[in-house]
C-alpha cells in the first residue's frame, strides 16, 4: 500500500504557511441552538458544513469531535465522513479525535477504521489513548506509518481529573505520562522534518517543565478558549518545544458562527494571538 507523504512532514508544512492552529468541530447541542438550528442531523449537517465552509482553506488543522456526529447514529456518521472528505479536500489537515483505544486486536479494526488508505473515515491523524498500555496502540501506529498518517496519543489531558492517571509515579520512579512522551519520543526518532506521532497536552497544565515535551512530534494542545487557557499561556506551559504545539480551540471559535466572517474572523484573532506569543517567546 502506498501511502501519503508521512502526516508529521504534511503538518509541518501545513504549519509552516497557515500557522498551527487547529479548530475543533464540536456541534454541542447548545452549540446548534446559539446558531438558531436543530438538534437534528439537519442541523448537524448545516454546523458542520459552515465550519469546514469557512475554515478548511485557512487552518492547518480541523479536528472534528467524533462523540457529536455518533449522537446521531448512522446518519450522523455519515456527516462525519463527508466533513473529513470536505475539509481534507479544502486543504486542511483533518484530525478525527475520537480517542480510540483497546486491546491490540481490537484497536488494528479501529485504526482500520480511521487510518487505511481507502477507509471511509480516512483521516490525517486520529486521537488515540494509551491508557489500555502504549504497546496495545502498535496496530494503529504501524497502520499510520503504512499510511503516511499520525496518531495524537493523550499523555497529559487538559481536564483537572486527568492526573490521578497520568501524574501515577510507576515502579521505576517516572509518572504515567512521562512514559506515555518517552514512548513517542521513541517511535519520532530521526524523523524529519517532524514525526507523525504527536502527544495531547493540556494547555491549561501551567508550567510542564519537569517533562520531556521535546518528543521530535507535534503536540496537540486543547484548553484554550472555553477551558479558560490563552495563547499567551503557551510558551510558559511548553517552553522551547512550544514550536511543535498544535493548539486547538474549539467553543472559543464555534461560539462566533454561523456567520461565515464572523468565524474566519475569531479563528484569525486566535491565530495572530498564538504567532505572537510563540514568536516573542
Ligand atoms: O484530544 C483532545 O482533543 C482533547 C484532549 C484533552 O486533553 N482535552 C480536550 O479538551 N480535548 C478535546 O479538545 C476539545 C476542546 O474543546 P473546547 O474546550 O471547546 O475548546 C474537545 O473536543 C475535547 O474533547
Known amino acids: 500500500m502506498s501511502g501519503l507523504e508521512p502526516f508529521g512532514a504534511r503538518l509541518r508544512r501545513a504549519m509552516d504557511e497557515r500557522g498551527p492552529l487547529c479548530v475543533g468541530i464540536d456541534p454541542h447541542a447548545s452549540l446548534l441552538a446559539e446558531w ?11 454546523f458542520s458544513r459552515t465550519v469546514v465552509e469557512a475554515l478548511a482553506d485557512r487552518v492547518a488543522v480541523l479536528k472534528p469531535q467524533s462523540a457529536f456526529f455518533e449522537r446521531f447514529g ?29 486491546i491490540g486486536s481490537t484497536m488494528a479494526a479501529y485504526a482500520e477504521s480511521f487510518l487505511h488508505k481507502d477507509a471511509p473515515l480516512f483521516s490525517d491523524a486520529l486521537t488515540v489513548s494509551p491508557y489500555l498500555g502504549y504497546g496495545s496502540l502498535s496496530p494503529a501506529v504501524a497502520l499510520a ?21 497520568q501524574h501515577a509515579v510507576r515502579s521505576d520512579g517516572r509518572n504515567v505520562g512521562a512514559t506515555m512522551l518517552a514512548h513517542l519520543s521513541a517511535e519520532n526518532a530521526g524523523e ?17 517543565s ?10 496537540l494542545a486543547p484548553g484554550i478558549g472555553a ?10 506551559v511548553f517552553g522551547t518545544a512550544v514550536r511543535n504545539v498544535v493548539p486547538n480551540v474549539s467553543r472559543g471559535v464555534l461560539r462566533h458562527g454561523p456567520d461565515t466572517v464572523a ?19
Open 36 to 46: 438558531g438550528l436543530n438538534d437534528d442531523v439537519a442541523g448537524l449537517e448545516r
Open 74 to 102: 448512522s446518519r450522523g456518521l455519515a456527516v462525519l465522513e463527508a466533513s473529513v472528505a470536505e475539509a481534507r479536500a479544502a486543504g486542511a489537515l483533518v484530525v478525527t479525535d475520537a480517542k480510540r483505544g483497546d
Open 145 to 165: 506509518r503504512e499510511s503516511g498518517a499520525g496518531l495524537f496519543v493523550l499523555a497529559l489531558t487538559s481536564n483537572p481529573e486527568g492526573g490521578e492517571v
Open 192 to 208: 524529519e522534518p517532524l514525526g507523525s506521532f504527536g502527544a495531547v497536552v493540556g494547555a491549561t497544565l501551567g508550567d510542564l
Open 210 to 219: 519537569s517533562y520531556d515535551l521535546d518528543i521530535n512530534g507535534p503536540l
Open 227 to 236: 477551558q479558560g487557557a490563552t495563547p499567551a499561556d503557551l510558551p510558559g
Open 263 to 281: 468565524l474566519r474572523d475569531a479563528a484569525e484573532r486566535f491565530a495572530e494571538e498564538i504567532r505572537h506569543a510563540v514568536t516573542s517567546s
